[in-house]
């Protein structure tokens, strides 16, 4: 059972433009909500992280929405540019410190 | 300050036989998870220690297992290998858990053939 959902599968945005990854959660007992991102041949590397007492957080040109009603948060990249272009995985963990991840974005970023 | 350091990068076995993989934290981070890497799968969680104790589980067979030592060092082993266990393998190491910022190493990439 997958148990955080994300989409799109790939994504490829021009270079300036917004790109937006959507991730939606069915477990109520998720308190920490991180953004990964992955080079090919790297691990992954934490981008931007929040938790549900909050609806967005921004860090310069990354920012997380976050809608606790709908159990859905999302990635929004502005400016995007080339060096973006990399793998996103959301990620969830619950109270019991186990952590569940998106299947994964693939962003690419045409100049 | 050196980063998450996980050896070998790449290993071959063949199905049946077990593995060992190692995993050395950052400097003074107490916590090391282990995460599955695969195409059809995606991450998943394997374990977690802290302070040469499991602390969390994934829902894997027990052929999965690891352990931590006093120097905060991992390891993880697979008995008796299977085809679908081919996957890069990652640890990532943080202060206190899977809570705090976690950092991940390179992955070791385990082919079984």
């Known amino acids: 059972q997958q148990q955080v959902k994300q989409s799109p599968q790939s994504l490829i945005v021009q270079k300036g433009g917004i790109s937006i990854i959507n991730c939606a959660y069915e477990n109520t007992a998720f308190d920490y909500f991180p953004w990964y991102q992955q080079f090919p041949g790297k691990g992954p590397a934490l981008l931007i992280a929040i938790r549900p007492d909050v609806s967005e957080k921004k860090e310069g040109r990354f920012t997380i929405s976050f809608n606790k009603s709908a159990k859905q948060f999302s990635l929004h990249i502005m400016d995007s540019q080339p060096g973006d272009s990399a793998t996103y995985f959301c990620a969830a963990l619950n109270t019991g410190n186990q952590f569940y991840f998106g299947t994964g974005t693939s962003l690419t970023v045409i100049p | 300050k050196a980063g998450v350091t996980q050896t070998p990068r790449y290993l071959i076995k063949t199905r049946g036989q077990q593995v060992t993989l190692s995993c050395s934290p950052i400097?003074?981070?107490?916590?090391v998870s282990w995460y599955q890497q695969t195409p059809g799968q995606g991450l998943q969680f394997l374990f977690e220690?802290?302070?040469?104790?499991?602390?969390n589980k994934g829902n894997f067979p027990g052929r999965f297992s690891g352990r931590q030592f006093s120097n905060s060092r991992s390891e993880m082993n697979v008995s008796t290998l299977e085809l679908g266990d081919s996957a890069l393998y990652l640890c990532?190491?943080?202060?206190?858990?899977?809570?705090?910022?976690?950092?991940f190493g390179p992955g070791t990439r385990l082919t079984v053939t």
């Open positions: 220690y802290f302070s040469e104790t499991q602390r």
């Open positions: 400097s003074g981070h107490r916590s």
């Open positions: 990532a190491s943080s202060l206190t858990g899977p809570g705090g910022e976690q950092y």
